[in-house]
């Protein structure tokens, strides 16, 4: 058996924080309200059906502005960006026809609202964006730009961001006779980042081939773990660098989930083999309950017209210094306004995660030894955004987690990114727990490896591997749109979720 497994994370936040009003529902806004120190006015989370009634009692010559100034808008928008003007192109676009093992075709018309949504951004708005790329998407569907840029080979062999995902050759390998007296139990001790791109979908290959013995993992890692029998937790210091298993736990020359070619190369992320099948963490913690979230969402509706609907969006942020000693990839100052203003202002619930080093059980030995840093992000937010943090609009993970305990930070974090369908994240680790959902997902990436060689060849902007889109597995379409540092890219994938179904959610859940 051993010899059939060789080869192949300005004000006192909690004091402001909508967690500390909890008791006082008869406190919920019924209409417009201007908050304190002159802060932007935000609505109240509302259903469609009541905000079409809002507009219908609206003066029709206050229509009238209203539209001809979006109309205004959206043609500064588009002198300053022709392309994401141009009409979606039509021709050789077809939702995949069974080639992708881990997305099955869909009749549209059988999604919900929301996933019809993503459905039509795949075929259209994403395939006229550098940057974008759908899980929908295959090699023989593609149309002729995106070929040129997504399966360039120029420098050789395998660059396309499809190569190695090829129907023929990315399917789940087949599974070794099963001895129980052969079973492996790696221990995973690299990056959380690598951790849950190398490591769970390659023992969750161990676990359905019934090969999979005890898990261990660092402390607070468990809930990554839900679908091992047996796991143990390890105590960690700090996480060492880049991908590794632990010495003697798995016999050497035994194939991981990761086929490793080209490990020193810009290829070094590229390549998962085909014992690689990511574990379902998206369904497992969907339809968990996470009161302290609905307590915020039933806040922020209107009492006066519940609504079977929340729109919902994650944002992730970081400012942590890189290997090199400085922070890269991260949403900026003016960024998180340009988000926050955007998505508050049309209605959306946004929960924002920017956990701090100290938060974090076992932080990666990457983010350690060097000058710590602050963005200043969250007194921003508390200063800015106070308003919105007292009625639930806004949610910090943070404070969620607070009021979420005994549940562990990890867990509070799959429960509440679950039950969301718009995610804002940069570059990092911390958004790999976010490519676990279906959804649209929205990137800042300048300098990160994920980016698939024949676009940084063909663009020199950065489309993201097509195997990221695959992470969700059967749960659903994912579509990663990485804008980089570009402002108009992030503005143009704002108005996607504002003008859009893509962030609805049962706000039951």
């Known amino acids: 058996?051993?010899?059939?497994?060789?080869?192949?994370?300005?004000?006192?936040?909690?004091?402001?924080?909508?967690?500390?009003?909890?008791?006082?529902?008869d406190r919920r806004p019924t209409g417009f309200v201007i908050p304190p120190q002159g802060g932007s006015v935000r609505p109240p989370l509302r259903s469609h059906a009541h905000a079409r009634q809002r507009a219908a009692s609206v003066p029709w010559a206050a229509r009238q502005l209203v539209d001809r100034a979006r109309q205004q808008a959206h043609v500064a928008m588009c002198r300053r960006h022709p392309r994401a003007c141009q009409p979606a192109p039509r021709e050789n676009?077809?939702?995949?026809?069974?080639?992708?093992?881990?997305?099955?075709?869909?009749?549209?018309?059988?999604?919900?609202?929301?996933?019809?949504?993503?459905?039509?951004?795949?075929?259209?708005?994403?395939?006229?964006?550098?940057?974008?790329?759908?899980?929908?998407?295959?090699?023989?569907?593609l149309p002729q730009p995106q070929r040129r840029w997504l399966l360039s080979s120029r420098r050789g062999a395998a660059t396309s961001c499809f190569d190695e995902l090829r129907p023929s050759r990315f399917a789940a390998e087949r599974c070794p006779p099963n001895d129980p007296a052969a079973r492996l139990s790696p221990s995973f001790e690299g990056e959380f980042g690598f951790e849950l791109l190398h490591a769970?979908?390659?023992?969750?290959?161990?676990?359905?081939?019934?090969?999979?013995?005890v898990t261990s993992a660092c402390t607070g890692m468990e809930p990554f773990y839900s679908f091992s029998e047996q796991h143990h937790v390890i105590k960690c210091g700090t996480r060492p660098t880049r991908s590794r298993w632990r010495l003697?736990?798995?016999?050497?020359?035994?194939?991981?989930?990761?086929?490793?070619?080209?490990?020193?190369?810009?290829?070094?992320?590229?390549?998962?083999?085909?014992?690689?099948?990511p574990p379902p963490l998206h369904s497992t913690y969907r339809e968990l309950p996470l009161r302290a979230l609905r307590l915020a969402t039933e806040k922020a509706s209107d009492a006066g017209a519940p609504s079977r609907w929340v729109r919902r969006a994650w944002v992730q942020n970081k400012f942590y210094p890189e290997g090199h000693g400085t922070a890269d990839n991260f949403w900026s100052l003016e960024q998180v306004r340009l988000i926050l203003d955007t998505l508050l202002g049309c209605g959306v619930q946004v929960l924002y995660n920017h956990p701090q080093l100290e938060q974090l059980p076992a932080p990666d030995e990457n983010d350690l030894g060097r000058p710590r840093l602050r963005l200043g992000d969250l007194a921003l937010i508390e200063s800015r955004y106070n308003y919105s943090l007292r009625n639930g609009s806004l949610v910090l993970l943070p404070q969620l987690a607070q009021a979420s305990k005994p549940l562990s930070y990890n867990e509070v974090q799959l429960r509440a990114a679950a039950k969301t369908r718009c995610f804002l994240a940069p570059q990092g680790g911390a958004s790999y727990l976010t490519f676990y959902q279906p959804g649209f997902h929205v990137v800042s990436d300048t300098t990160g490896k994920e980016r698939c060689v024949s676009s940084l060849q063909a663009t020199g902007g950065g489309t993201y591997w097509h195997f990221y889109t695959l992470?969700?597995?059967?749960?659903?379409?994912?579509?990663?749109y990485n804008v980089g540092a570009d402002r108009t890219r992030l503005k143009?994938?704002?108005?996607?979720?504002?003008?859009t179904s893509l962030c609805e959610e049962p706000s039951s859940l």
């Open 1 to 25: 058996m051993a010899a059939a497994l060789q080869g192949a994370a300005g004000r006192n936040a909690t004091a402001h924080s909508m967690f500390d009003v909890l008791d006082t529902r």
């Open 93 to 141: 676009v077809a939702w995949s026809n069974g080639s992708n093992p881990l997305h099955p075709p869909i009749a549209a018309s059988a999604l919900p609202q929301a996933e019809r949504s993503l459905h039509e951004l795949s075929r259209g708005w994403c395939l006229s964006r550098d940057g974008c790329i759908a899980s929908s998407w295959s090699e023989a569907t």
């Open 200 to 213: 769970l979908p390659f023992l969750y290959w161990l676990r359905a081939c019934g090969l999979l013995g």
């Open 248 to 277: 003697d736990s798995m016999p050497a020359g035994t194939a991981d989930g990761w086929s490793w070619r080209g490990r020193k190369s810009l290829r070094y992320y590229a390549y998962p083999s085909g014992r690689w099948v």
């Open 471 to 480: 992470l969700p597995g059967r749960s659903g379409e994912s579509v990663i």
């Open 492 to 499: 143009d994938s704002l108005l996607a979720m504002c003008s």
